[in-house]
């Protein structure tokens, strides 16, 4: 069993950035692999970033560049540093967890309750 808590979300301006935080609990924490998701009002959920139990990353296209997934095993965390944000970045981010590396949602088995980025233009 995982519980993941985001935080760090908030309101910035086109350019700006901001750094996404998970805190997990669990003692199989290392093992899993974790993504973050976001979901805009009125579209599906989508794939920003997994990273594997190894410190392996991978991005969305949209996202390559500009985001950057981290993980701290030991501290049980999870972060996505996102730079140069842009207005079509405004959604609800989630963090979630796998027992193996996916980019897809319906893989990942934990999820936290999500944090609102809000990107102005």
């Known amino acids: 069993q995982v519980q993941l808590v985001e935080s760090g979300g908030g309101l910035v301006q086109a350019g700006g950035s901001l750094r996404l935080s998970c805190a997990a609990s669990?003692?199989?924490?290392?093992?899993?692999?974790m993504g973050w998701f976001r979901q805009a009002p009125g579209k599906e959920r989508e794939f920003v970033a997994a990273?594997?139990?190894?410190?392996?990353?991978y991005y969305a296209d949209s996202v390559k560049g500009r985001f950057t997934i981290a993980r701290d095993n030991a501290k049980n965390t999870v972060t996505l540093q996102m730079n140069s944000l842009k207005p079509e970045d405004t959604a609800v981010y989630y963090c979630?967890?796998?027992?193996?590396?996916?980019?897809?949602?319906?893989?990942?088995?934990?999820w936290g309750q999500g944090t609102q980025v809000t990107v102005s233009s």
């Open positions: 979630a967890a796998a027992p193996s590396f996916s980019i897809v949602t319906s893989r990942y088995d934990y």
């Open positions: 669990g003692r199989t924490f290392s093992s899993y692999a």
């Open positions: 990273i594997r139990w190894s410190g392996v990353p």
